[in-house]
């Protein structure tokens, strides 16, 4: 489905925009905000945690769309790591994500990249990798700085 004007013009200057934009339609079972996140282009990738990889517009939009039958998506980017230039923005996110259980809501991880790249239409995403998280803790592991003096 194309892209519409008025979607179009919702996002702002910056991947930082279109990485919030796809929280909140995540959030609130948006099919098409959350498509307006993505390029128009055959070669975009989606990977949901334990799913197939899923090539170009109409087989990411069909996930979600199935998705999304089942309600919304609770899922919260934190502690995100990003690498910038001057036409891709790649972010390293860990989500947080509510999941309803018999025994009431639980909060699970999922470590999840995002690439972004600037078109002509602006910031648009162009793949979206998520792979369970090794533990319910918000963890990371990083070196400590090499300090030279």
């Known amino acids: 489905m194309p892209r519409t004007k008025k979607h179009a013009a919702v996002f702002g200057g910056s991947a930082d925009d279109i990485e919030t934009a796809f929280y909140e339609a995540l959030q609130n079972a948006d099919l098409e905000k959350l498509m307006a996140c993505w390029a128009d282009d055959d070669e975009l990738v989606c990977v949901h945690p334990s799913g197939p990889r899923l090539i170009g517009v109409a087989a990411i939009r069909a996930a979600f769309e199935a998705m999304f039958s089942k309600g919304s998506i609770r899922a919260w980017p934190e502690s995100v790591r990003r690498i910038e230039s001057l036409s891709s923005s790649v972010h390293n996110v860990r989500e947080r ?23 002509a239409q602006g910031w648009r995403m162009v793949a979206h990798h998520a792979s369970p998280a090794a533990d319910q803790e918000a963890q990371e592991i990083a070196p400590a700085p090499h300090v030279l003096h």
């Open 97 to 119: 994500i509510e999941v309803l259980t018999n025994e009431g809501p639980q909060i699970v991880y999922v470590n999840a990249t995002n690439v972004y790249h600037k078109s």
